[in-house]
């Protein structure tokens, strides 16, 4: 006698004789793709228990930030070569072209520690961590292609402006 009732649909024998069940299920496991529950508050323990910062990480911490501004501050100059002396300097362009990529970089990489946080999201995290750099990889391919077979970012501005 079979029970219908039942998930994998076992066959139902008397209790004293052996259970047979499907020893290979063909569904795949999503429990890792869930986010992970938190708790209220995300209090872990007791609200006595002293806090646990998360282990330093000099990148994606203040050095993050320092960086940035460094790249930003170091791109004003370069957006406006091109209006005063020509966009004839290939150097310059490949050097925007590349610190801007750069600042996306880290713009997006902010958004997906603020908005996917790993202790929420778990597995997530990563795969948006990872399909982060492999846009900014193949991005800059794209500029290395934009550079050597075409006259670069400015020209490409510059062309679209006058179309």
């Not at 219908?4 to 020893?23: D, E, F, N, Q, V």
């Not at 310059?92 to 750069?102: E, G, P």
């Amino acid at each position: 006698m079979f029970s219908l009732t039942s998930r994998a649909y076992r066959p139902m024998l008397k209790p004293s004789t052996l259970k047979i069940a499907r020893p290979l299920r063909l569904m795949p496991n999503w429990s890792k793709f869930k986010p992970i529950e938190q708790p209220a508050g995300f209090i872990v323990e007791t609200v006595n228990e002293a806090y646990k910062p998360p282990a330093p990480n000099a990148y994606e911490g203040s050095n993050h930030w320092i960086y940035d501004r460094i790249i930003t501050t170091a791109m004003i100059p370069l957006v406006m070569t091109p209006f005063v002396a020509g966009v004839d300097y290939p150097v310059i362009d490949a050097t925007f072209s590349t610190l801007l990529l750069i600042h996306c970089h880290a713009g997006f990489k902010s958004c997906i520690i603020d908005y996917i946080p790993k202790r929420v999201y778990g597995v997530w995290y990563g795969v948006a961590c990872k399909l982060l750099t492999l846009g900014t990889c193949v991005s800059m391919y794209g500029i290395y292609v934009l550079e050597t077979a075409n006259n670069g970012l400015f020209e490409l501005i510059r062309s679209i402006w006058a179309a």
